[in-house]
């Protein structure tokens, strides 16, 4: 596989960024700014330095600079007086905008999809990972082709080719056409491979947990929390990309398949969701998301909603939900005051542990909530029945006496309704 790197954000040194938003109507200015913080972030985590912002008001988008012509003009010199590399806008902008902007500034125009992609490519790992990152990023660049200079010129014509011929653009545009191609045809092979894998893991009758969240809210320490994984838990964005699982023995004596997955932010590019959707597909047949939350975060209820904005998105709306509020630890976490305030919910510190055990109970609850774990007593000649007990439910314990096999096996209504001849009361 040819992995294309990301070129968005240069990495040989600390580029200098001026961050651009713009309040438009429905939006506040603290609205705003917490979005520009957040975007700040975002770019210390691609490798750059925020050096300026630039704020503006406006009724509506200008088609040609997204600011207009005059703010355009004052940004250029905001940036010639802060020696600024490239020019970061909180909102999407159009190629054309884009490419206006780059001419009149003199340098670099970007929006917050570019950084976002820019962060995959750096931290994607796994050949699923990066080929993944690669279809977002040739999916987000291939309406921003555009002539460069005579490089791009026509090319002469030969046998077989008479006529006009194509232009290098024509050229580039048809490659990563079929970069795409290749790229999606790789990863339906993906797909089906872990098709499979969930057959067999579908017939082991292990029920999966999926841990989704907003990005860095806990979600590896959680895992390591849960199931002794050992996986690098790092404090900064889009830390994890490639999905991890782990298996988890419950109190009750099953066993569940935990997963670690991507995680999540407001206005995550769709171009990332629909790159991801293989590695999503664990958050769309789990049978229970839990759904890690900073807890130390002012801005819990509103990453709490941006989570539930891309699980519907993906169609895992339905999916039920254990609500964690992690970082217990942290100086003036509120993870024990937002719990109160969501019946159901759980509070924790995955660093420390503390109040892990109430999370682990709560996460056996959730699965139980339709399932039952009976008792069957299977004389000795019905192997069948045995059998069935395995593919229909988890086992959990066998004992075998002179006439009979005695099974505790965990069943939902339908499995347990099948196998009343042999439960003992």
Not at 403 to 413: C, F, I, W
């Amino acid at each position: 596989m040819t992995y294309i790197p990301s070129t968005l954000i240069e990495r040989t040194f600390r580029e200098k960024i001026v961050l651009v938003g713009v309040v438009f109507p429905g939006t506040t200015p603290d609205a705003l700014e917490r979005q520009l913080d957040e975007l700040a972030l975002l770019v210390d985590t691609a490798g750059a330095d925020v050096v300026a912002r630039v704020v503006q008001r406006r009724d509506a988008p200008d088609p040609a600079t997204f600011v207009g012509s005059g703010k355009v003009q004052e940004l250029r010199e905001i940036c010639l007086a802060v020696d600024a590399d490239t020019v970061v806008f909180e909102h999407a902008l159009s190629p054309a905008q884009q490419r206006n902007l780059e001419k009149i500034l003199g340098r670099t125009a970007i929006d917050r999809t570019a950084v976002i992609l820019d962060i995959f490519a750096q931290n994607a790992r796994t050949p699923e990972g990066k080929a993944q990152v690669e279809l977002a990023l040739l999916e987000y660049r291939l309406p921003r082709l555009r002539r460069a200079g005579g490089s791009l010129s026509q090319q002469a014509g030969g046998i077989g080719t008479r006529g006009p011929g194509e232009t290098q653009l024509e050229v580039d545009r048809r490659r990563l056409v079929q970069r795409i191609h290749h790229i999606r045809a790789e990863l339906r092979q993906i797909d089906r491979t872990r098709g499979v894998q969930r057959q067999g893991r579908a017939r082991g009758r292990h029920r999966e947990v999926t841990l989704v969240g907003y990005t860095n809210s806990g979600k590896s320490s959680m895992l390591n929390a849960l199931t002794d994984a050992g996986v690098v838990a790092e404090d900064r964005l889009f830390a994890t990309l490639d999905p991890r699982t782990r298996q988890r023995q419950l109190p009750g004596g099953e066993t569940v398949l935990i997963t670690d997955t991507v995680g999540f932010i407001s206005n995550l590019p769709h171009e990332l969701v629909q790159a991801f959707m293989s590695t999503l597909k664990s958050v769309q047949l789990a049978d229970l998301l839990v759904h890690v939350v900073d807890g130390s975060s002012d801005e819990a209820e509103r990453q709490i909603a941006a989570v539930r904005d891309v699980l519907s998105e993906i169609d895992a709306r339905d999916v039920p939900e254990l609500l964690v509020f992690n970082k217990a630890d942290v100086e003036g976490s509120r993870s024990r005051e937002l719990s109160a305030q969501h019946p159901g919910s759980a509070w924790v510190s995955a660093l420390t542990h503390e109040n892990l055990d109430a999370v682990i109970g709560a996460i056996g609850d959730a699965l139980r909530t339709n399932d039952r774990i009976v008792t069957l007593r299977v004389p000795m000649e019905r192997g069948d029945v045995v059998a069935a007990a395995h593919r229909e439910g988890e086992v959990i314990e066998t004992t075998v006496t002179e006439d009979a096999v005695v099974l505790r096996v965990l069943l939902d209504e339908v499995g347990a309704a099948r196998f009343a001849e042999w439960r003992e009361p």
